[in-house]
T-cell receptor
Framework: DSGVTQTPKHLITATGQRVTLRCSPR?????VYWYQQSLDQGLQFLIQ???????AKGNILERFSAQQFPDLHSELNLSSLELGDSALYFC????????????FGPGTRLTVL | QQPVQSPQAVILREGEDAVINCSSS?????VHWYRQKHGEAPVFLMI?????EQKGHEKISASFNEKKQQSSLYLTASQLSYSGTYFC??????????????FGKGTLLTVNP
């Protein structure tokens, strides 16, 4: 158990819908990272927040957005969902914003029908 | 900028050794190694920093050749528990302060009795 929690564990929804994935980092960690993992694309970095502020952006679509709240939990919002958005979404946390160990949560499996 | 891992897959018998390579076309600041078992989250193994030494824990160690922009993960006397997909994540040298980890496509390691 990494100490990072993600909810929900599974999510099944339809195309065009909007969903919110939630992540609580390990106690004391200030950075939260979001990743998308699919069979054909592998593990793709989406976005990083540090202490409430966006720090780095990866291959995140405009239909996706994220935020980190004052209590340091983070939410990833996915809208206008497409079939290709079906994937495992991982959240990871680390103590700092620099080169640091990232502890991954168990992931949310999103299925878009 | 995605690092290239080789081999894509390797099958071992318990007790055999394996080497997994990770190469980048860009100058690297750090290399991170993770192992992911099927259906689970990636688990941190180690980080190698530019200018750092070879690292290891238990029978898993890694090296970082800055000139070749390459890292290698060494698994000696493999155990059944080593089975999984190994990912390298690379952080490239850049002028900015943004931190972004780019993962390779992974190497599937299977250890058989």
């Amino acid at each position: 158990d990494s100490g990072v929690t993600q909810t929900p564990k599974h999510l099944i929804t339809a195309t065009g819908q909007r969903v919110t994935l939630r992540c609580s980092p390990r106690s004391g960690d200030l950075s939260v990272y979001w990743y998308q993992q699919s069979l054909d694309q592998g593990l793709q970095f989406l976005i990083q927040y540090y202490n409430g502020e966006e720090r780095a952006k990866g291959n995140i679509l405009e239909r996706f957005s994220a935020q980190q709240f004052p209590d340091l939990h983070s939410e990833l919002n996915l809208s206008s969902l497409e079939l290709g958005d079906s994937a495992l979404y991982f959240c990871a946390s680390s103590p700092t914003t620099g080169t640091d160990t990232q502890y991954f949560g168990p992931g949310t499996r999103l299925t878009v029908l | 900028q995605q690092p290239v891992q080789s081999p894509q897959a390797v099958i071992l018998r318990e007790g055999e050794d394996a080497v997994i390579n990770c190469s980048s076309s860009k100058a690297l600041y750090s290399v991170h190694w993770y192992r992911q078992k099927h259906g689970e989250a990636p688990v941190f193994l180690m980080i190698l920093l530019k200018g750092g030494e070879q690292k290891g824990h238990e029978k898993i160690s890694a090296s970082f050749n800055e000139k070749k922009q390459q890292s290698s993960l060494y698994l000696t006397a493999s155990q059944l528990s080593y089975s999984g997909t190994y990912f390298c994540g690379t952080e490239i040298v850049s002028g900015g302060s943004n931190y972004k980890l780019t993962f390779g496509k992974g190497t599937l390691l299977t250890v058989n009795p």
